[in-house]
């Protein structure tokens, strides 16, 4: 052995010496370095924005020495344009580029695989940033990244903004080349990622309904999600024996779903709700997921947003459908101030088979502000519940295996554990015990709760200092408040105004303005007038007045508005084209009035298809005289789930002589990964408004969630419905505290809580669908 060693230390020596550093500066010489690489080889992409690329790296490296392809700087090399990367090799590691200000198509930005001869092998992605790299147009679908072959790894990355449809980060399954991949995705960040207003808002998704019985064995390891709300679904599994651990959840509306597939493990996460609405946690389906040791934190999701919801399932059901819950573990998890959890969760006609052999074991239960910790929706006998602890304070009647106790607490810094009361350990089964040992390497604790500080400080400090690029900022850029005004005599100056596409304050200084095509927002946009003397608006037979393109954001404030010359055909309008970018809207302290349809004026506000407005806030202003619809977003009749607003609030408003629709909201088909749209329609006067045609006056098809109360409604659409909800899944609404005087009725569901409304001379009588 001792002649042999030096002859191998040669060997290796000689090796190193051939590896190269090689500098390219271009598509072409990319190109060529890739063609001519050799293990150990280091490319070298100059800084500098390099347009409409599309990189192919289909080298060969080997385990000791990978070919590595970095930036001069990190974050300096700038892929944009109409640009893709695509790994088709073998121990190929790309380090340190910045994605942005571009889109890749059809096509994920990054694929590991070239076509489908040429599939990626221990490849990896890091020290990288994928930043606002959407298709231009919202429903134009494509992954972020998409995880072909195996033993690939993407890790030290940042991913933020994505806005247009399709999951961020897929892993696909689709022959034996791609399964047991043992993918490793680690210490990357997730930043924000707006509500889609659809499915297809996932974070991350391992595998497809298709391939769920087929094992990935994907590692989800050491990530920061920080204010995920594409969908449901943050993290999406439908594939078998996944790992998602030493994970942070902050502030997001979603959690980890255990949609489809078996035997996977969720442990040692952390789950920062922070009171945030739709906060959730897990969601269990199948067969054999565990989920222990994780720290749910003020999580305040419902339904199936859960802290924790355990599914009910389809008899018989088909892999793609809801496979009964069996043989499930959910132990030494710790609760504070959640709101409740579920079980038999989604039961109906069709999910009739509630869960079987699930033991939910040792959890602790804080809460301080909620009466009730869980909610049963079926059958629990399959449940075998021992050793949960639960604030004394609970009032709730609960099962036995959970005992109220005088729980304690424990400081990290200011955010506070709870602890465990109780003297006794209760014993597990020496089978779940021996399982647990072969499943995570461990037995599980003998304490109740998430207990391990140490690991809590661990799994924080590594959230923020070791996930993502260092070189990237995690901090959400604030959008920049207007600071310049601008006063504009006349329309040709608004036109001007506008072209600089920057925040401003246009302050309309004339009396009248005469207008052939709209004005157009594309920034942080607030009109205001230097008097409260109306401004007349003329206008052409054009789109719109006010037209609201992606990244937008319109206030109207302090105007008074006669519009009886308008002949657009919407007063205000969101680009029609269907821009991945979101819009928003504010009109607030204004008096619009004399809008007409005579004159072509359809309505106040159209929304378009297939784009989002993140709000639309309607407040303390007066609509009068108004011969046209109010604020219609109705044009999403795909029946896909998709919709045009999350959050919509019309609040303490007059609105007097509407002779059309005064609102409209369609969210159609029976999809159930989105939380909105959310609409509060509160303390307003709605007076002498009726429809054209007959229709209900305010329309409310599939709104996820409404709020309508406070109002007081006088000579509105007698004979006729004033308010239709019409719902074909589970929603929430509240109709309470109205004064109905000489109105029509409501036409409600089930989903409707209708209490201390005031009705007088009502012609025609509420009815219940």
């Not at 389809?314 to 710790?334: E, H, I």
């Not at 070189?471 to 920049?480: C, D, G, V």
């Not at 920034?523 to 206008?539: G, L, M, N, Q």
């Not at 998709?642 to 029976?670: C, M, P």
Request: net charge neutral.
């Amino acid at each position: 052995m001792k002649r042999l060693f030096p002859l191998f230390f040669l060997a290796v020596t000689c090796l190193a010496s051939h590896a190269r550093t090689i500098i390219v500066g271009n598509a072409d010489e990319l190109k060529k370095a890739n063609g001519e690489a050799r293990p150990g080889d280091i490319i070298v992409l100059k800084n500098g924005r390099w347009n409409d690329i599309i990189m192919k790296l289909d080298c060969h490296g080997t385990v000791e020495q990978p070919i590595t392809f970095k930036a001069e700087t990190p974050g300096k090399v700038i892929i944009a344009g109409h640009s893709q990367l695509k790994f088709g090799g073998d121990y190929i590691t790309v380090d340190g580029l910045l994605f942005t200000e571009g889109y890749a198509g059809d096509d994920a930005v990054v694929d590991f695989r070239i076509n489908n001869d040429k599939l990626a092998n221990h490849c990896r992605l890091t020290n990288s940033v994928i930043n606002d790299f959407n298709n231009p147009q919202r429903m134009q679908e494509n992954y972020w990244i998409s995880l072909y072959g195996k033993n690939n790894r993407v890790d030290h990355c940042s991913f933020r903004d994505k806005k247009n449809m399709g999951v961020m980060i897929a892993v696909i399954l689709d022959d034996d080349r791609s399964r047991s991949n043992f993918h490793s995705l680690d210490h990357n960040y997730f930043g924000h990622r707006p509500p889609l207003a659809s499915n297809s808002g996932e974070i991350i998704r391992v595998g497809v309904s298709q391939h769920c019985e087929f094992n990935s064995n994907t590692q989800i390891i050491d990530n920061f999600f920080e204010h995920c709300d594409g969908e449901t679904e943050i993290v999406s599994i439908k594939s078998c024996s996944n790992v998602i651990r030493n994970n942070v959840f902050k502030e997001c509306q979603g959690g980890v779903v255990l949609r489809h597939g078996n035997f996977n493990t969720v442990e040692n996460n952390v789950f920062l709700g922070n009171g945030k609405a739709g906060t959730g946690g897990v969601r269990i389906i199948n067969k054999g997921q565990w989920v222990v040791n994780n720290l749910f934190y003020n999580c305040r999701g419902i339904d199936f947003r859960s802290p924790l919801s355990v599914m009910n399932g389809v008899p018989n059901s088909p892999a793609f459908r809801y496979v009964p819950v069996t043989d499930a573990v959910v132990a030494n998890n710790t609760f504070y101030n959640c709101s409740s959890i579920s079980f038999c969760e989604g039961s109906d006609t069709e999910r009739s088979v509630p869960p079987s052999n699930v033991f939910l074991v040792k959890n602790i239960f804080y809460n301080k502000s909620d009466s009730v910790i869980y909610r049963a929706f079926d059958d629990i006998g399959g449940f075998a519940f021992a050793g949960n602890e639960v604030s004394r304070s609970i009032p709730q009647g609960l099962t036995s295996g959970f005992n109220k106790l005088e729980l304690g607490i424990q400081k990290n810094g200011n955010q506070p554990i709870p602890v465990s009361a109780s003297t006794k350990s209760t014993a597990l089964p020496d089978s779940l015990q021996e399982a647990a040992k072969k499943r995570l390497g461990h037995v599980l604790p003998p304490a109740a709760g998430f207990t391990n500080l140490a690991l809590l400080h661990q799994l924080e400090a590594n959230a923020y200092g070791q996930t993502g690029a260092t070189w990237f900022p995690k901090k959400e850029l604030i959008p920049a408040s207007p600071a310049l005004t601008i006063p504009c005599a006349n329309a040709t100056d608004v036109h001007n105004a506008l072209s600089q596409n920057r925040p401003m304050i246009i302050q309309l200084t004339a009396r009248e303005y005469s207008l052939d095509k709209p004005f157009t927002i594309s920034s942080r946009v607030i009109f205001t007038s230097a008097s409260k003397s109306p401004v007349h608006i003329s206008s052409g037979n054009q789109l719109a007045v006010f037209l609201i393109k992606g990244n937008g954001h319109l206030t109207l404030s302090g105007l008074a508005i006669d519009g009886s010359n308008v002949q657009a055909q919407h007063f205000i309008c969101n680009d029609s084209s269907g821009s991945s970018n979101h819009f928003n809207l504010v009109v607030s302290n204004c008096n619009l009035s004399k809008l007409d349809r005579a004159k072509g004026c359809l309505d106040i506000y159209h929304c378009y298809k297939y784009m989002v407005a993140d709000s639309l806030i309607i407040r303390n202003s007066q609509f009068a005289d108004n011969k046209c619809n109010g604020f219609m977003m109705d044009d999403e009749k795909d029946n896909k789930g998709y919709y045009n607003a999350e959050k919509i609030v019309i609040d303490n408003n007059k609105f007097s002589g509407v002779n059309g629709v005064l609102l409209s909201v369609y969210r159609g088909g029976n999809d159930e990964s989105t939380m909105g749209p959310n609409l509060s329609f509160r303390n307003n006067k709605v007076s002498d408004c009726n429809t054209a045609n007959g229709e209900s006056l305010v329309q409310l098809v599939g709104v996820q969630a409404t709020q309508i109360a406070a109002n007081k409604f006088s000579k509105c659409n007698t004979g006729h419905s004033l308010v239709t909800y019409a719902d074909t899944v589970r929603a929430r609404h509240t109709f309470e505290n109205n004064m109905l005087e000489q109105c029509g009725g409501i036409t409600a569901d089930g989903f409707v809580t209708s209490s201390n409304n005031t009705v007088r001379d009502q012609v025609s009588q509420e009815s219940q669908k």
